[in-house]
């Protein structure tokens, strides 16, 4: 399974558990919380992943925010070297650089978003030659650990907590999806490092069909009654 179809499972299935929760009489949330919801249940989705330095989150995401980035510090990169060979005073010219990128907002942002970047890219590898994929990070403890990390970081953050098991959701979704494909996954690391399967060998097949299936169908159904909700209210 690639990253569109993880992004869609986690995203499908944390739309037909908000449904649900609704039925069960649980208040409807905003439209703001549904869009961060959705950002965050598709980010850990793909998340998972980060022990494949060829994978969506550890290399296209990363390759694409580093080229954006080296665009937008060119002018004042180059405009530093120009600096450079035309005067005698070396470090006032780099004085001037690290000042300019420093003192304006996006030139700064811009130097932080190329160093995350390029940590990632480092990050995924060394996870890779570690760890290898679809190992630890593929595991229901590991999925647990994430997803208590994740809540403290926003609660630290003065965010609500609760995204972080939105973050949670995705992450678990991912690993049972890949449960479903012929290589499966180490559920239970470090206590049994076999990789194993979400159903019976012989019903995996049908089972990424479903659940593929169940997830487009709840993300339209939720989609359908969020906007038939909303027009009633107009």
Request: glycine content about 10%; hydrophobic content about 55%.
């Amino acid at each position: 399974m690639n990253y569109i179809h993880h992004a869609l499972i986690g995203a499908g299935t944390a739309g037909l558990g908000l449904l649900v929760g609704e039925m069960l009489g649980m208040p409807s949330p905003t439209l703001l919380a549904i869009g961060m919801g959705a950002l965050i249940v598709t980010t850990g989705s793909i998340a998972t992943d980060l022990d494949h330095p060829k994978s969506f989150i550890s290399n296209s995401i990363p390759s694409h925010v580093i080229r954006i980035a080296l665009a937008v510090l060119a002018i004042p990169v180059l405009a530093a070297l120009a600096a450079l060979l035309t005067t005698h005073d070396a470090t006032g010219a780099w004085s001037q650089l690290s000042g300019l990128i420093f003192g304006v907002n996006f030139l700064r942002w811009a130097l932080i978003a190329l160093a995350a970047s390029l940590g990632l890219m480092l990050l995924s590898w060394l996870l890779y030659r570690s760890l290898h994929h679809r190992g630890p990070l593929h595991s229901i403890l590991f999925t647990i650990a994430v997803t208590a990390l994740a809540c403290w970081a926003f609660w630290y953050y003065w965010f609500p907590w609760e995204w972080g098991l939105a973050f949670g959701w995705g992450w678990l979704w991912h690993i049972l999806a890949d449960g479903l494909t012929k290589e499966g996954v180490p559920f239970f690391w470090p206590f049994n490092k076999a990789h194993l399967h979400t159903l019976p060998a012989w019903a995996c097949g049908m089972g990424r069909v479903v659940i593929s299936l169940t997830a487009i169908a709840g993300i339209v159904l939720f989609i359908f009654l969020q906007v038939s909700g909303y027009l009633k209210q107009i």
